[in-house]
């Protein structure tokens, strides 16, 4: 029964650089009822528990202490349990927003086989700086950008799965042009 309910599950882990629409994605998708998994908010709530401030160093601490922890990547374990939890609540349309690493990727695939599909977003990057010193929670100047871009992809490998993606979205164009992107992406899923 538990693998039948895994294989009747259909799993969108949205995925890319800060800046490429991969969140404002999530939204659209879970405005239509879609529950969602968040690598994102669990360093949030992790941060928070910590007393930490939210800033761009101490989440990398964070994401960093969680990822490498002894134990394994403590992150991931709670995606996937939470993931399964709503399996098990009934759900069979789950979004992930956020999944970054290729070592999560990889675990997710094994733990999901067949329900998993992954959408890579991108954007030009003076889009991205523009989007992300504008953004009202945890605004980032260019030298931000980069540190993250280059921690994301050497620190976290999130460029094998950004390769790996079964569709690729460029988000440059406006909120209805990526709204039209999901649409169909959904319609052609059958989500």
Do not use: C
């Not at 927003?97 to 992954?118: A, M, Q, T, V």
């Not at 569709?167 to 039209?180: A, T």
């Amino acid at each position: 029964m538990f693998m039948v309910e895994r294989q009747n599950a259909k799993i969108i882990a949205f995925v890319g650089l800060p800046g490429t629409g991969k969140s404002a994605a999530t939204a659209y998708v879970t405005d239509r009822g879609i529950p969602k998994v968040s690598f994102g908010e669990i360093i949030k709530k992790a941060m928070d528990d910590a007393g930490l401030e939210h800033t761009q160093e101490n989440e990398r601490a964070i994401r960093e202490k969680l990822r490498l922890a002894p134990e394994g990547d403590q992150a991931l374990t709670q995606v996937i349990s939470e993931v399964q939890h709503l399996i098990d609540a009934g759900q069979h349309r789950i979004v992930i927003d956020g999944l970054g690493s290729w070592e999560s990727y990889k675990r997710l695939r094994h733990e999901f086989p067949g329900s998993l599909i992954i959408v890579a977003f991108t954007a030009q990057r003076h889009i991205r700086l523009r989007r992300l010193a504008a953004r009202t929670e945890n605004p980032l100047t260019e030298q931000m950008v980069n540190e993250r871009d280059y921690d994301e992809i050497e620190t976290l490998n999130k460029g094998g799965v950004l390769a790996m993606a079964d569709y690729i979205f460029s988000d440059n164009g406006s909120l209805e042009m990526l709204h039209g992107q999901i649409d169909n992406l959904l319609r052609t899923l059958e989500f």
